[in-house]
């Protein structure tokens, strides 16, 4: 394997830092203005007013490779290192149009999706003109199962009507979201539990369609994006806004989710970043029983530990968007699942030791520590919990040793 960024990525390096440095970074407080006022759950201006420069800056679509529609699109080793700058500040990706969950939604129609339906969401999407949800999680069943998901999908004539209850439908408080794309059952009698499912798009505004409310992140609404709880009754879409097919669902919800996954993952190595910047900065300016803060041995210890848990996590990465490249997705689902497991706990870690060095101060809302541990905490959830992936890490270990094993076995003998 081989991490030199390449010329193109270097340049693109630079090319985005320098659009950071000018336009993002000294925003960033205007952002945080207006999604603490009265308009909070209206479309930030400084994001619409940042989006065509971005484009003309030719930092737009990155995130999707091999697609005709995004011929911008880099490959996951080469988004790793341009995605993890984004994640430096929360808001960023959506400047790039780069952002969770319309990446993923994106990707998915581009793969999965009819040439009607790219023409109808994929376009206006990578355009940057609408967002869209993906409604997969329910409140009343274990959702990191994804075959526990009730909501029904029932085929009637010419539609298929849905009734069901969906939460953590992020994205789905934006007046901008458009597309729900839905996970639900079409066959809930079919003896193979991973082929009941099935994904459908629905526009948002179609008749039966209710945000019941916005749910809060450790007491952060995340608005304009919102973490929304949505109820479907009796909502028609035409047959044709089934994804793929009937039955499909569930092998379409492990295709989309690896990529997401990553991407997570990046920007989270770019917010671990900035976290351990501002324990450095904290813990050099400030003096504790005679000394600066940074003189202390536990200080010292935890700024080590965490450069080398970033750099650690880094590297996974890497080698996990080397592998999707590669030998595809499936093949690298066991580097996947390390990465998801391993970039949300480096980040937990390295900014609960910033606020720590920040003492009051860290938990407060001046250093932005208190939303980016709520952010970072969250992912331990998002895309599958940390025991599935640790669950289906260990099965494909035990397959490997044993395989090794026997390999072993047979030659001795």
């Known amino acids: 394997m081989d991490f030199e960024y390449s010329p193109k990525v270097q340049e693109l390096r630079k090319r985005l830092i320098a659009f950071m440095d000018e336009h993002v970074y000294p925003n960033d407080h205007v952002w945080w203005e207006h999604v603490r006022g009265e308009r909070r759950w209206e479309p930030v201006p400084i994001i619409e007013q940042l989006k065509p420069k971005a484009r003309a800056a030719g930092l737009w679509n990155l ?3 091999h697609s005709k529609r995004a011929p911008e699109g880099l490959s996951n080793l080469e988004y790793a290192p341009l995605c993890e700058i984004m994640g430096r500040v929360h ?5 790039f149009n780069c952002s969770a969950p319309d990446t993923g939604n994106m990707e998915t129609i581009e793969r999965y999706g009819s040439e009607e339906q790219k023409r109808r969401w994929l376009d206006p999407l990578l355009e940057g003109r609408i967002r869209s949800a993906f409604l997969m999680t329910e409140p009343d069943v274990a959702s990191s199962d994804a075959t526990n998901i009730q909501c029904r999908i ?6 298929y009507v849905i009734n069901g209850r969906k939460w953590w439908s992020s994205g789905a408080g934006d007046p901008r979201c458009k597309l729900y794309i839905v996970m639900g059952k ?3 009698d079919n003896p193979s539990r991973h082929k009941q499912q099935s994904m ?3 526009p948002a505004d179609a008749p039966g369609i209710r945000v019941v409310r916005a749910l809060q992140v450790f007491g952060f609404d995340d608005a304009p994006h919102g973490h929304m709880e949505v109820e479907l009754k009796d909502v028609r879409v035409p047959a044709a806004n089934i994804l793929l097919g009937e039955g499909r669902g569930f092998e379409i919800a492990q295709g989309r989710l690896g990529p997401g996954r990553i991407h997570h993952c990046m920007r989270l190595i770019g917010q671990s970043e900035v976290a351990l910047e501002k324990m450095c900065r904290r813990a050099s300016s400030r ?3 005679g000394r600066p803060v940074a003189d202390q041995g536990v200080t010292r210890e935890r700024i080590a530990q965490a450069r080398i848990m970033i750099d650690s996590a880094r590297l996974l990465v890497l080698k996990a968007a080397h592998m999707m490249d590669t030998v595809g997705n499936k093949v690298a689902k066991k580097e996947i699942a390390m990465i998801k497991v391993y970039a949300p706990n480096v980040a937990c870690q390295v900014i609960d030791w910033a606020i720590q060095a920040h003492g009051g101060g860290g938990v407060c809302q001046d250093f932005g520590l208190s939303y980016a541990y709520a952010h970072a905490r969250t992912l331990r959830f998002a895309d599958g919990p940390d025991e599935v992936h640790r669950n289906a890490i260990a099965k494909v270990e035990l397959g490997e040793q044993t395989t090794i094993a026997d390999a072993l076995a047979r030659k001795r003998a």
Do not use: S
């Open 287 to 289: 003096v504790a029983f």
């Open 63 to 65: 995130f999707l490779p």
């Open 91 to 95: 808001w960023a990706p959506e400047v």
């Open 200 to 202: 459908v798009l629905v």
């Open 154 to 159: 029932e085929r009637r004539g010419d539609e």
């Open 186 to 188: 079409t066959d809930p």
